[in-house]
């Protein structure tokens, strides 16, 4: 079959398009930035669900496609910004591609939906707005007269999913914070059965209307979660202390600030409503158990998981105390520490008076520079430049000042670490991120 899949740039658009094409389907993309064109691989279309609430828009989308037979909708966001709101992404955008896809003859719908609580039945009101905003298309779709498969999963884990990615760096800390004492109950289910579900139901030309809770075969704490992934990373026992859970909301509104996508109050909100449901009737769609945390990342290494996992954390650590080392020095140099002091250091490369001043503030600009550029402009120059200045005030050093290299406090020794420390920085970096 022709199949549109919106989202394939995704996580999970991204995997199931893998799954398609394996299976031989034929597989269009819509996404918000196309690839530059190679002339192989599935057409790419722009799309944008943050303004294409038009069913028009949609019409004509599909129309130049050609006939297309299904398509899925996996796009969805966890935060929301000024640009991106869950009423637009997650029940307009779908809703309008829902009234064309009927309007030009598609066949079937696949919605990738969301997990929602165990209360959400019982008491719709304390839905959040991401949840509320999912269940208006799954809704629209159930009425609309298209044939539509809605699954509806816990966390999703893969072993590049940005959520299990989150999960691997928590559990990866020495020391970690849980969400109140960490009973919350969650059923992560893996991608590849998501992807499964998918195919299965494809299959079969008397598809009929289904939605599907898919969750892994057994419900877990979050506290286990984490164990289970350090576990899986062939780490030692963690060290967990309880956070309140007023702390935890503060906590997850200021998340929404930093380039992160998987702490929200949305998201802390429905995992305090318990993200479980039955097993089984997932597993008889699949024709088999779900699979299992000891299969979530099935044939590879340990070590490896757990070094991305640590690097997930350490790279900016490191970044951060490099910055925090330029910073100061360039603040003890500007006059916390007295002038005159820092200006008999120079008096043995035979500077004194002005242009010694001149030095010190100029070697103090720079020192602020590189505080500055550690933070907002981190690049494999930046490291060699540092890299390069450590090495050749060093020498200096050892040239005009040798006695410091034998101080009890060790100050020039101390470059070591940092000069080490640089170039784990730059066999990390990718300029291109």
């Not at 209307?209 to 164990?227: D, W």
């Not at 509104?253 to 380039?259: E, K």
Request: aromatic fraction near 8%; glycine fraction near 8%; include cysteine.
């Amino acid at each position: 079959m022709k199949i549109l899949i919106c989202g394939a740039q995704g996580f999970i658009g991204r995997h199931i398009s893998l799954a398609l094409q394996k299976a031989g389907h034929e597989v269009c993309h819509g996404v918000r930035r196309p690839k530059p064109e190679t002339g192989t691989g599935p057409v790419e279309i722009v799309i944008d669900y943050a303004h294409d609430t038009d069913p028009a828009i949609w019409e004509t989308r599909l129309r130049q496609l050609g006939q297309i037979d299904v398509v899925i909708n996996a796009v969805g966001i966890l935060n929301e910004t000024d640009g991106l709101r869950f009423d637009a992404v997650h029940r307009d955008a779908p809703i309008a591609l829902f009234r064309a896809a009927a309007k030009c003859g598609v066949k079937s719908v696949v919605q990738i939906s969301a997990l929602g609580g165990r209360q959400e039945a019982e008491h719709p009101e304390i839905m959040t707005g991401y949840m509320r905003s999912k269940r208006a298309a799954d809704s629209m779709l159930m009425d609309s007269g298209l044939t539509y498969l809605v699954l509806r999963p816990s966390l999703v884990v893969g072993v590049d999913g940005g959520s299990s990615q989150f999960f691997r760096m928590l559990a990866s800390l020495p020391v970690l914070g849980l969400p109140g004492r960490g009973e919350q109950q969650v059923q992560p289910v893996h991608m590849d059965d998501l992807c499964s579900a998918i195919n299965i139901w494809l299959a079969n030309e008397n598809r009929s209307n289904q939605v599907l809770n898919a969750v892994g075969p057994q419900a877990m704490s979050y506290r286990r979660m984490l164990e289970i992934y350090r576990q899986t990373m062939g780490m030692p026992a963690q060290t967990m202390f309880s956070i309140p859970m007023s702390v935890m909301r503060v906590t997850a509104r200021l998340a929404t600030l930093l380039p992160q996508k998987t702490l929200a109050p949305d998201s802390l909100n429905m995992l305090e409503q318990d993200n479980v449901a039955d097993a089984q009737p997932f597993a008889a769609h699949l024709h088999r158990p779900a699979q299992s945390h000891e299969d979530w990342f099935a044939g590879i290494p340990a070590h490896m998981l757990a070094s991305t996992a640590i690097a997930s954390w350490s790279l900016p650590l490191f970044r951060y105390i490099l910055a925090l080392v330029w910073f100061v020095t360039a603040a003890l140099s500007f006059g916390i520490y007295p002038v005159a002091g820092s200006l008999a250091l120079l008096q043995p490369l035979g500077l004194s008076g002005a242009p010694a001043m001149f030095m010190l503030m100029a070697a103090s600009s720079l020192d602020l520079c590189l505080g500055l550029a550690t933070l907002f402009w981190p690049r494999r120059i930046l490291w060699l430049m540092q890299i390069a200045l450590i090495v050749g005030y060093s020498c200096v050093i050892a040239l005009y000042s040798p006695e410091y290299y034998l101080h009890p406090f060790g100050p020039v020794l101390k470059n070591l670490p940092i000069l080490a420390l640089l170039a784990f920085l730059f066999a990390h970096q990718r300029d291109s991120q």
